[in-house]
Each structure stands twice: as C-alpha cells, then as structure tokens.
C-alpha cells in the first residue's frame, strides 16, 4: 500500500489555509489576553497548536488500511468511556452538560473524536459496496447504528456535535449517489427525530426559544463588537470589548473579537480562507484513485467547513447558540487535536492504495 512522498498542489494550498487560520487564531489569542498575561496565553495556545500538528502528524502516517480495520473497535472503546462519564464520577460537568474529563490539569471532551471515527466508519461502509445507498434498507440499519452511537453524546447532553455529524452523513451519502427518493424518505424521519431531541433537552429548547425570541445576550454584544470594529478594527491588542465583555470569545465568539480588533476585512478574510479550504478540500477529494479516499476527505471537508459556517452564523445571529468552536481558530486543545487528526488521516487515505475490506459493523 504505497503513498506518494510528494504533495499535490491542491494539498499544500489546503496546508496553507490551514496554517494560516491557526496563525490568526495565535494572534486572536494573544492580542486579546488580559494585561501581563500575554506570555502565558502564547504558552498555552501554542502547546495546543503543536498537540494538534502531532495529532495531524500521526493521522499522516497512519496505515489506512489499519484505520479501517480498528474504527470500530476504537468506536465501540469511545462509546463506553462516554457511558462511563456519565454513571460514574469520572465526567466533569461545566455548563449543565457532563463532556469533559480531567487528565491533570489538562480538560479532553472525548466526544469531539467521534468527529474522527464516524466519518471513517461511514466512508469504509460506502467504499465497500456502493449500492447500500441505492436502498432504504440498509441506509435505515445504518442510521440506526449512528443513533446507538451518538446516544452517550446527547445524553451529555451535546446535541451541536450529532448535528454535525447528520449533515456530514447525509452530504457523504449525496456524494456517492443516494436517490432522492431515499433523500425523501429520510429527511422527514431525521426532522421527526431531531423535533423529539429538541423537546427532550431543555437547554437546546432554551436556545432555540431565546433566538426566535429575539436577539440573545451574547449576538447582541458579538454584534456591539462589529458595529465599534467597523472595517478596519482598533487594531491588534487595541479592542474595546475584550475582557469579558462578551462571552467565550475566546473560543465560540472568537469571530466576534476578530471583528473588534480586525474589522469586517479580517472577518472577511477568514470566511475567505474557509471558501478556500472547502475548494481545495473537495478538490483533493476528487483527485483520489479509489472511492474510500474520496469519500473520507469529502467528509473531512464537510465537517470542517459545516462547523465553521455554523459558528459563523451564530455569532451574527443567524442560528441559535450553541458551543461550536471555530475550527484551527478558537482556543480548545480536543478540538483542534481531533480535528487535525481527522485531516491528516484523510489526506493520506486519498494518497495510498487501499484494498476492498469488510464493512464496519458487519452490515451486509
């Protein structure tokens, strides 16, 4: 199974979106830090950057073959420790939602890795037989499945993360040619059950009756952070409403901050660099030479992307609240580490040859 040692272009350009994202997200960082605090906040968020090249470093050079061949076992390993945080003392729970454990003084949301192994699951399933999404019969097994999966996920509850994960399903299955039929069929059972989520968590009823109802406390001070950033911003480290002004802005406000201090041409320069991503991302993804590869970066794509657009829209109102990070951008070290994994190994699965294998789960 061999891969090229060179890069193709449409790969580098990606690496350059990618980097530089992680570079704005550094200086975001850095520049909005409290006074006499600078130099801790370069510390820490740079150590999260070099977690996540490690983690893209090691996606790079995994097997592909043995990604395929161990997802479930790493998923079903996955699934139980998310039991275990919440009938056990081992989660943390911060803002009504138990997603975090404690390693140290370092706080992981294990969930954010299914991110990684759902994406592999599904794109393995499809690879090996591409009828499967020609019917509703195992397209419904399969979503079955995916509900077992996400179970301990919006029993934390974190319903942003299965979300996530819908869209990229069903942009994968459109990818390797699900009927509209199948589309029809599938998309009111999604809506019904999303519906019955939605009314079983109070807090994402919260959020969702406090956007329609208006403007919620944090757009509305995200919005302060446009209208004084203006086009230009105050410039770094010169902002008006860092400090706390508006909440989490370091990591699912961080948009907002940009705003203040870099004005709507920095807002408009990351929105540019995620157009770009997802160009060059699909594009790598139709350069591959086998379905398992093209399938696997395209869903890389979608889930960077999807994220990324969510939080965007958010910050400016147009979606309810929820705790969506800014991929490469806001501060988070499970984030940026599962993300970069998932990239790495979905860059390598478009450049290496990979045999036909059993499908996950066993689904015939």
């Known amino acids: 199974m061999a891969a090229s040692n060179k890069f193709m272009p449409a790969t580098l350009a990606l690496f350059a979106c990618v980097g530089a994202l992680a570079v704005l997200g550094l200086l975001v ?73 404690q390693v140290g003084s370092v706080s992981l949301q294990p969930s954010l890795f299914l991110q990684v192994l759902w994406p592999v699951l599904l794109s393995s399933w499809i690879a090996k037989d591409p009828l499967r999404v020609q019917s509703a019969s195992p397209i419904f097994k399969m979503i079955g499945l995916f509900f077992v999966l996400m179970l301990p996920v919006l029993l934390q509850p974190d319903f942003g993360s299965v979300v996530i994960l819908i869209a ?98 920095g807002v408009l320069m990351v929105w540019s660099l995620f157009m770009a991503f997802t160009f060059f991302g699909l594009r790598v993804a139709r350069q591959s030479s086998h379905r398992y590869g093209i399938l696997l970066m395209g869903a890389t794509t979608v889930v960077i992307s999807f994220q990324a657009a969510y939080n965007m829209a958010m910050v400016v109102g147009a979606l309810p609240v929820k705790g969506l990070p800014l991929p490469f951008v806001s501060r988070g070290g499970t984030s940026l580490m599962a993300l970069a994994l998932l990239l790495g190994i979905a860059i390598n699965s478009t450049r290496s040859r990979i045999r036909t294998q059993s499908a996950p789960f066993g689904i015939k």
């Open 29 to 101: 960082a850095v520049s909005s830090a409290p006074p006499g605090e600078a130099g801790d906040v370069l510390l820490r968020h740079s150590s999260f950057l070099a977690a996540a090249a490690a983690a893209f470093a090691v996606g790079l050079n995994l097997n592909p073959q043995h990604v395929r061949n161990y997802s479930v076992h790493a998923s079903i390993a996955l699934w139980l420790l998310l039991l275990l945080m919440l009938v056990t003392d081992l989660g943390r729970a911060a803002n009504a939602a138990t997603r975090w454990i």
């Open 168 to 265: 990229v399903s069903g942009c994968v299955m459109l990818f390797a040619g699900l009927p509209f039929r199948v589309l029809l069929v599938s998309v009111p059972l999604l809506l019904v059950v999303g519906a019955l989520a939605v009314f079983s968590f109070d807090h994402v009823l919260s959020r969702i009756d406090s956007w329609s109802g208006g403007v919620p406390e944090q757009v509305m001070r995200a919005q302060d952070a446009f209208r004084y950033g203006g086009w230009f911003g105050a410039g770094p480290g010169n902002g008006v409403l860092k400090f706390g002004y508006i909440p989490e802005s370091t990591t699912d406000f961080v948009l907002a901050l940009i705003a203040d201090e870099w004005g709507m041409i």
